[in-house]
């Protein structure tokens, strides 16, 4: 039975490796559907719980959900062949693109498929930050702190961690907050 389990996550990591175009953010909606549709892994709300664990830790957010998810299936086994079979395709596909690019990069129907390809990944990374705004932004706060966290970003040198870090104080002083207004009303 684990072995089921085992090859189930490396096949569908493999191909979600494989057939995402646009990096880890546009793998979001598809991972998503899959976890949560398909094959019943996580309910929505756990699945946008993984999606911000996942892209506030370092690295790439495709290989921390691979990992994540992987590990919550069939713990470190699960995690490390996730984490391969969504590590696998890239691999493979970059050095085919290396030699070719080497080889035919000023090609002009190259140079097209690639502004295809970028387009096609702004597409699944819009798709991908709707999906999660729709789940996330529930009340006026999130909708403000999500809005003002762009804001921060975009508009000072202020260090993303340093973001990160300033809402999820501003998150836990919030729920203190309401805990103890809630304590005062009953």
Request: glycine share 10%.
């Amino acid at each position: 039975m684990w072995t089921v389990i085992v090859l189930e996550l490396f096949i569908t990591f493999f191909k979600l490796g494989l057939f995402t175009i646009g990096g880890g953010v546009a793998m979001i909606p598809i991972l998503q559907n899959i976890a949560v549709n398909e094959k019943k892994w996580f309910t929505a709300e756990e699945a946008l719980d993984v999606i911000s664990v996942c892209q506030s830790l370092p690295g790439v957010i495709a290989i921390n959900m691979a990992t994540y998810v992987g590990f919550k299936r069939k713990g470190l086994l699960g995690s490390l062949v996730s984490t391969v079979g969504v590590v696998l395709p890239s691999f493979v596909v970059i050095i085919l693109v290396a030699k070719g690019l080497s080889a035919f990069g000023d090609n002009p129907y190259v140079m097209g498929a690639l502004g295809g390809l970028r387009a096609a990944a702004m597409g699944l990374v819009m798709i991908a930050v709707y999906s999660i705004a729709k789940g996330v932004i529930k009340d006026w706060f999130s909708g403000i702190s999500s809005l003002a966290g762009i804001l921060l970003i975009e508009f000072t040198n202020m260090s993303v961690v340093l973001i990160v870090l300033l809402f999820l104080v501003t998150g836990i002083l919030r729920s203190l907050w309401n805990t103890r207004r809630e304590g005062v009303l009953k």
